[in-house]
Nanobody, 122 residues
Framework: QVQLIESGGGLVQAGGSLRLSCAAP????????MAWFRQAPGKEREFVAL???????DYADSAEGRFTISEDSAKNTVYLQMNSLKPEDTAIYYC????????????????WGQGTQVTVSS
């Protein structure tokens, strides 16, 4: 069974930073794309950032310029560095492994972590 294990969430003041980690032990599921999504209370889960195995990245407009996704292949770990955090960034953040189809749609991702809570106070 594939496991994705997120960590690094917490409570931070607006303007602060957090780094989320997503460990994929023994990553053998063949996904070339790993992504972060988030879900705020009462809202649908939304795309935040993705990382192709070759190093290319893409971001939601809300994350562009503030968040950075990266991967340490030796550790099978994907990171999301979040700077200049805003209260509207408050959500549960999930990492996911792409399966097929639209990279920005949750339905295209086969494996998900359990989520990590990020709360940004004003």
């Amino acid at each position: 069974q594939v496991q994705l294990i997120e960590s690094g969430g917490g409570l931070v003041q607006a303007g602060g930073s957090l780094r989320l980690s997503c460990a994929a032990p023994g990553r053998t599921f063949g996904s070339a794309v790993m992504a972060w999504f988030r879900q705020a209370p009462g809202k649908e889960r939304e795309f935040v950032a993705l990382h192709w195995i070759g190093g290319s990245t893409d971001y939601a407009d809300s994350a562009e310029g503030r968040f950075t996704i990266s991967e340490d292949s030796a550790k099978n770990t994907v990171y999301l560095q979040m700077n200049s955090l805003k209260p509207e960034d408050t959500a549960i953040y999930y990492c996911a492994a792409h399966y097929r189809g639209n990279y920005y749609s949750t339905s295209s991702y086969q494996y998900w972590g359990q989520g990590t809570q990020v709360t940004v106070s004003s």
